[in-house]
Nanobody, 121 residues
Framework: VQLQACGGGLVQAGGSLRLSCTTS????????VGWYRQAPGKEREFVAS????????DYADSVKGRFTISRDNAKSTWYLQMNSLKPEDTAVYYC???????????????WGQGTLVTVSS
């Protein structure tokens, strides 16, 4: 089972990026999936979660109103649209899936390899 995150890169403050997470080996259409991030020298933190149907989303306070999580179960893919990026958003972003929960990611069982997002001031 593999989760492949992509879409990271270098962007100026105020810019936008869209991350994608594709899967192989199994699907997670019945489970909650989400995104975490880890900034240099800091612990990994929750960013956003989406339930199995896409009708429920949860966000960290630091990204509310700027980031949007979505999913396309037909493609076994989920996304993180990041707008109004700030230098403090600089981190490695990881996609994750929680096969013990369908409504919200709480304790991921599967992790992607991470994609680096760098926001310059």
């Amino acid at each position: 089972v593999q989760l492949q995150a992509c879409g990271g890169g270098l962007v100026q403050a105020g810019g936008s990026l869209r991350l994608s997470c594709t899967t192989s080996g199994r699907t997670f259409n019945s489970y909650a999936v989400g995104w975490y991030r880890q900034a240099p020298g800091k612990e990994r933190e929750f960013v956003a979660s989406i339930n199995w149907s896409g009708l429920r989303t949860d966000y960290a306070d630091s990204v509310k109103g700027r980031f949007t999580i979505s999913r396309d179960n037909a493609k076994s893919t989920w996304y993180l649209q990041m707008n109004s990026l700030k230098p403090e958003d600089t981190a490695v972003y990881y996609c994750a899936a929680d096969v013990r929960n369908s409504n919200s990611v709480r304790d991921p069982d599967y992790w992607g390899q991470g994609t680096l997002v760098t926001v310059s001031s």
